[in-house]
């Protein structure tokens, strides 16, 4: 990212934040040349890994899809809609500061279970046995989606990409 204050291109993150629709990741960064401080915002399809499936087709990261498969999951148990929330949000840090252009489904499972099994032990079975029979995170949520799709609508995403400096951020 270039320095809005002197132009230097490397920067060190300091912290990151997705938006509350899933769409933006915010990012504090500090110049490495002037050492001053400004805020990115980045989509999130540009900044999260290639999600490899099972079978090596490649897809786009989607937080939709992630969000209405733990709900599914998390259907008539005592979690709140801030628990899922907050679930996803810590799903999508994790593929966020993953290291590296592509990220396996199976990876995304894996983190996906982890934090269930913190939030709700259930919910966590009830997912884990069905999303075993699937071995693919990606291919569990498609059809979990056929179920959903009439209550999900994919958020209409703009192309956003600006600098907003220290003192407005
Ligand atoms: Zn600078």
Redesign the pocket.
């Known amino acids: 990212m270039k ?1 809005p ?2 132009g ?1 291109y490397e920067d060190r993150v300091i912290d990151s934040r997705i938006s509350r629709d899933g769409s933006e990741i915010r990012r504090r960064r500090e ?1 490495l ?2 050492g ?1 401080r400004f805020t990115t915002h980045e989509l999130v399809e540009e900044v999260l890994p290639v999600v490899v499936k099972k079978d090596g087709r490649r897809e786009s990261f989607d937080p939709a899809k992630i969000s209405s498969g733990i709900k599914k999951a998390c259907e008539k148990r005592p979690i709140s809609a801030d628990s899922i929330d907050a679930l996803v949000e810590n799903v999508k840090h994790l593929c966020q500061e993953f290291q590296g252009k592509e990220i396996s489904s199976q990876a995304i499972g894996e983190a996906i279970m982890q934090e269930l099994q913190k939030l709700d032990g259930v919910a966590y079975v009830r997912f884990a046995s069905v999303y075993r029979e699937f071995r693919d995170i990606s291919d569990f949520f498609d059809e979990l989606k056929d179920i959903l799709r009439k209550k999900n609508v994919a958020p209409n995403v703009r192309k956003v990409r600006r600098h907003v400096p220290e003192s407005e951020a």
Do not use: A, Q, S, V
């Open positions: 320095c204050f002197c230097y110049c040349g002037c001053k």
